[in-house]
T-cell receptor, first 112, second 110 residues
Framework: DAGVIQSPRHEVTEMGQEVTLRCKPISGHNSLFWYRQTMMRGLELLIYFNNNVPIDDSGMPEDRFSAKMPNASFSTLKIQPSEPRDSAVYFC??????????FGSGTRLTVV | RKEVEQDPGPFNVPEGATVAFNCTYSNSASQSFFWYRQDCRKEPKLLMS???SGNEDGRFTAQLNRASQYISLLIRDSKLSDSATYLCVVRADSGYALNFGKGTSLLVTP
């Protein structure tokens, strides 16, 4: 089992550019979560999907953020346009039936 | 106010010491409780679940006090490899979403 796979590992982009983060959950896990981690705020839930359907997106900071899960094996988190305050580590996690979370290695985003 | 509060530390302790971390949570309807460990520049990983009766896993003991909405983690005989950030985590009353504390940093020194 390859675990939760996120790409890219690092992303440096200029303010105003579109950023797309990708996540492949563990096969058979039917819930997927996007979290953002900063020193100031810690880990914050942005959105989560159950069976590919968005269940709670109340953590998405604003309309510049959007997330999709077109199928059970792929999800994207898009920021358009990006701003310096979006700089953070973005984690994807998937969950199986025993509530066990598995996190991906994260994407470290820097917006300059 | 964050739903899960932790002392950020850092806790600097010598090898072999016993160290305890505490955490409080605000949602009395919370169902499940966990401690996660996060190494520097790595993803969080589950350390242990926390049960109402208290539970132990080797050198690690977790306790839950639902009346006080308080969770603790005790590490005995600290090892250098225990140096990490320890995240207190609470699952809300429905669904799988977890609320994370900001973490407590532990540094174990020789």
């Amino acid at each position: 089992d390859a675990g939760v796979i996120q790409s890219p590992r690092h992303e440096v982009t200029e303010m105003g550019q579109e950023v797309t983060l990708r996540c492949k959950p563990i096969s058979g896990h039917n819930s997927l979560f996007w979290y953002r981690q900063t020193m100031m705020r810690g880990l914050e839930l942005l959105i989560y999907f159950n069976n590919n359907v968005p269940i709670d997106d109340s953590g998405m900071p604003e309309d510049r953020f959007s997330a999709k899960m077109p199928n059970a094996s792929f999800s994207t988190l898009k920021i358009q346009p990006s701003e310096p305050r979006d700089s953070a580590v973005y984690f994807c996690a998937s969950v199986g039936g025993n509530y066990g979370y598995t996190f991906g290695s994260g994407t470290r985003l820097t917006v300059v | 106010r964050k739903e899960v509060e932790q002392d950020p530390g850092p806790f600097n302790v010598p090898e072999g010491a016993t160290v305890a971390f505490n955490c409080t949570y605000s949602n009395s309807a919370s169902q499940s409780f966990f401690w996660y460990r996060q190494d520097c520049r790595k993803e969080p990983k589950l350390l242990m679940s926390v049960y109402s009766s208290g539970n132990e896993d080797g050198r690690f003991t977790a306790q839950l006090n639902r009346a006080s909405q308080y969770i603790s983690l005790l590490i005995r005989d600290s090892k250098l490899s225990d140096s990490a950030t320890y995240l207190c985590v609470v699952r809300a009353d429905s669904g799988y979403a977890l609320n994370f504390g900001k973490g407590t940093s532990l540094l174990v020194t020789p």
